[in-house]
T-cell receptor
């Protein structure tokens, strides 16, 4: 079992839909990251969370430390949101190292 | 967020040659840099962690003589793939993080290496 598991692996939505991507982890963490990787390969850091909730534009990230679970929400999805979304955790025992989930491929159709 | 650049963005080389990839933090001092490789449809795999001025720490299974990492300054780390072979073809990504208490990693755009 991976330390970080994401669901779903693939997600197809229509433009305008509300999207949720889930991440569960099994270790004690100091932070959780949500990353976005576009087809060209470059990675953008969307959020770094250690508690609660963060919002940036149409993106919202939440984390429940007790349940070891985080969600990434996209409101009013758009085709340009199509990308791979990756959850990564920094375990308390691992210094700065990140452990990555397998990623969720999101496709938003117009 | 902070900006990390990589150069080149893609490179094609012949088998047996060496290739150097640069990773630069443009607007902050990166005390720690990480090198990852990513195969198609797979997640990032950490290759090594480098701290400025000291030797890199390699992950298990990564050959340090093949993947030479130098982190000589607070804004530059280099990865040299020595005697490259087709199986080294991959997407190489670096990330950088700043000083104590500033642990967020900022990722470079990646370098696609193709070895013929």
């Amino acid at each position: 079992k991976n330390e970080v598991e994401q669901s779903p692996q693939n997600l197809t939505a229509q433009e305008g839909e509300f999207i949720t991507i889930n991440c569960s982890y099994s270790v004690g963490i100091s932070a959780l990251h949500w990353l976005q990787q576009h087809p060209g390969g470059g990675i953008v850091s969307l959020f770094m969370l250690s508690s609660g909730k963060k919002k940036h534009g149409r993106l919202i990230a939440t984390i429940n430390i007790q349940e070891k679970h985080s969600s990434l929400h996209i409101t009013a999805s758009h085709p340009r949101d199509s990308a791979v979304y990756i959850c990564a955790v920094r375990a308390r025992t691992s210094g700065s190292r990140l452990t990555f989930g397998e990623g969720t491929q999101l496709t938003v159709n117009p | 967020g902070a900006v990390v650049s990589q150069h080149p963005s893609w490179v094609i080389c012949k088998s047996g040659t060496s290739v150097k990839i640069e990773c630069r933090s443009l607007d902050f001092q990166a005390t720690t840099m990480f090198w990852y490789r990513q195969f198609p449809k797979q997640s990032l795999m950490l290759m090594a962690t480098s701290n400025e001025g000291s030797k890199a720490t390699y992950e298990q299974g990564v050959e340090k003589d093949k993947f030479l990492i130098n982190h000589a300054s607070l804004t530059l780390s280099t990865l040299t793939v020595t005697s490259a072979h087709p199986e080294d073809s991959s997407f190489y990504i670096c990330s950088a993080s700043g000083g104590a208490g500033y642990n967020e990693q900022f990722f470079g755009p990646g370098t696609r290496l193709t070895v013929l």
